[in-house]
């Protein structure tokens, strides 16, 4: 059983930067793909960026250029990097985990809000 948790929400305005982490526990990291995920007021959950096991990064096309997503295998974190934030950024952010291989993301955290002030 994996356990995430994420941290480093918060207000911010509009064009300011802010950092989460996602600690995991539970099972061997490098195993897992490791993602972010977020869900705005009213709105369905939405993919924002993935890192695989193996390396490489994936992004939805709203964030590129504006998010980094990075991951450290030896202290079994994942990071998303949010620069040039837009008040439509403005959503709980859900880190997620599913084994190598996998279709569904299995394991997920509890959310960390972020709100971007305009």
């Known amino acids: 059983q994996v356990q995430l948790v994420e941290s480093g929400g918060g207000l911010v305005q509009a064009g300011g930067s802010l950092r989460l982490s996602c600690a995991a526990s539970?099972?061997?990291?490098?195993?897992?793909?490791m993602g972010w995920f977020r869900q705005a007021p009213g709105k369905e959950r939405e993919f924002v960026a993935t890192?695989?096991?193996?390396?490489?990064?994936g992004y939805t096309d709203s964030v590129k250029g504006r998010f980094t997503i990075s991951r450290d295998n030896a202290k079994n974190t994942v990071y998303l990097q949010m620069n040039s934030l837009k008040p439509e950024d403005t959503a709980v952010y859900y880190c997620?985990?599913?084994?190598?291989?996998?279709?569904?993301?299995?394991?997920w955290g509890q959310g960390t809000q972020v709100t971007v002030s305009s």
């Open positions: 997620a985990a599913k084994i190598r291989g996998a279709v569904k993301y299995r394991y």
């Open positions: 539970g099972g061997t990291f490098s195993d897992y793909n």
């Open positions: 890192t695989w096991s193996g390396g490489g990064t």
